[in-house]
């Protein structure tokens, strides 16, 4: 995003111009005496001292006036793991040169920064980028830097924080920018070996005996679109007659249903409070979930009982002449907002489309809980048709003897249900299963063994899909 400083307000320091004005009158006294006495050694200590006085208050009030900043990401959504570059450039529209222009710019959530010399990876994570940049008149300065995405999340770069002083270093300004720019980071997606799962059928037989493939030649009837349809499925003849998509019905239907659960809260005694490793654990294990199923042909749907970064919260300002009352209450919102805790869904959809739809999902959620996954349950029916496959994706400490009974009425009511938990498999020991069918996945060795696999070649696709994804 582009922003010039022109349009923002900089507040002066009057206090300090007034306390300057001692050197403007010793000026002009200098000078007075130097046209009395005639000597030109007085007048050049008259020409030294306005020029102390002027050259302060010159680069106090214009330094950070003209000035266009900017700065963008090469990609705006990349997997975990990836590499991304950010670009910031600064313009210098002015006659007036800034030797000395301290630029921070502030990383929410913070960044591990490759080093320009070596690129090798920084043990700390960033969450200022400062340096000290040199603008001639007219210059236009760009530096970059390159980051390892090993954060899921929703990061906004900005806002970059400008200093200047004057070349005595006396009096500094400064001006916060609000050029914003957002960068979503996907849920690392192991392959279902990396998991302990089998790549066949990690989730058993299919839920029902219906056919895997549809016959199109036996329609029973027509129903209204649902956004995520096969566009196959459309009924252009009734769609034509009533002027309103509608979609066929076929008699054996063979579209599959999965349901991802993610229950994302859990407790450590250790840490008393949130397992944040255990937490991204789960989250990638059911982004790793999702993306085999829909690889797999299923209709993928989510529910979390999280909430989700809004995207309006970090997304860039408009370029087009902002007031400067409207840029001060967009530069108020220095911190991210996350939407309200109602659950988080995505519909059931098995289109190309769903692949970004549920990765950037998992990628905005944030480590809240909107209440108990077995009540979410009760209040999102519609996610529970018949015939669907149930995959509750949960921490071991989280998991209750209500969610369990919850999940053996759906059962009972013809779906496939399935546990996938992570942390430690002995803390679900106090909690009766039944005869549900459990997978373990691992705790946080399981994490670290994912994480540093990411990019290893030998190891195969940590990191990114065991496929091409089809994002849109």
Not at 28 to 33: R, Y
């Amino acid at each position: 995003m582009k922003m010039n400083t022109d349009l923002l307000s900089i507040n002066y320091d009057e206090d300090l111009l007034k306390r300057r004005r001692p050197w403007y009158w010793l000026a002009l006294l200098l000078f007075v005496f130097s046209l009395f006495t005639g000597q030109p050694l007085l007048f050049l200590t008259a020409l030294f001292t306005i020029l102390v006085a002027i050259v302060p208050d010159l680069w106090y009030r214009n330094a950070l006036r003209h000035l266009v900043v900017r700065q963008y990401v090469n990609h705006r959504n990349v997997f975990f793991g990836e590499e991304v570059t950010l670009s910031v450039s600064i313009e210098n529209h002015k006659f007036l040169p800034l030797p000395w222009l301290k630029v921070e710019n502030k990383i929410v959530p913070p960044l591990a920064v490759l080093s320009k010399k070596t690129y090798r990876l920084q043990h700390a994570r960033r969450e200022t980028l400062a340096g000290t940049w040199l603008l001639w008149a007219f210059q236009h300065v760009t530096r970059q830097y390159r980051m390892r995405c090993q954060e899921r999340g929703f990061h906004r770069f900005g806002p970059v924080r400008l200093r200047s002083s004057d070349p005595f270093g006396w009096l500094e300004c400064e001006v916060t920018v609000p050029a914003l720019e957002s960068l979503v980071v996907y849920p690392l997606i192991a392959p279902l070996e990396a998991l302990g799962l089998s790549s066949v059928h990690p989730l058993g037989e299919h839920s029902t005996t219906r056919r895997l493939l549809e016959d199109p030649l036996q329609v029973a009837g027509v129903r209204d679109y649902v956004l995520g349809d096969d566009p196959r499925r459309i009924h252009w003849k009734a769609t034509a007659r009533t002027g309103a998509l509608r979609s066929k019905v076929y008699e054996t239907p063979a579209l599959r249903r999965l349901l991802l659960l993610l229950d994302v809260w859990n407790y450590s005694e250790a840490a008393e409070g949130t397992d944040l490793e255990i937490q991204e654990l789960t989250i990638a294990t059911a982004a790793s979930l999702g993306i085999w199923a829909l690889d797999e042909g299923y209709m993928v749907g989510l529910l979390a009982n999280c909430s989700m970064m809004a995207l309006s919260a970090g997304q860039a300002l408009p370029v087009s002449q902002p007031t400067e009352e409207s840029e001060t209450i967009k530069l108020d919102r220095e911190e991210f907002s996350a939407s309200d805790l109602s659950p988080v869904g995505v519909p059931f959809s098995s289109d190309d489309g769903q692949y970004e739809r549920l990765l950037s999902t998992l990628g905005r959620l944030v480590p809240q809980s909107s209440g108990s996954i077995g009540t979410l349950m009760d209040t999102e029916e519609r996610m529970f048709p018949l015939g669907t496959t149930v995959l509750l994706v949960s921490a071991t400490s989280s998991l209750d003897e209500e969610t369990i009974e919850r999940l053996q009425d759906l059962r009972m009511r013809g779906a496939a249900v399935h546990l996938m938990l992570t942390g430690n498999p002995d803390t679900s020991e106090n909690v009766e299963t039944y005869d549900l069918p459990v997978h373990f996945v691992g705790g946080k060795e399981k994490w670290h063994e994912l994480i540093g696999s990411v990019g290893n070649e030998k190891n195969g696709a940590v990191g990114t899909s065991s496929s091409i994804l089809r994002l849109d």
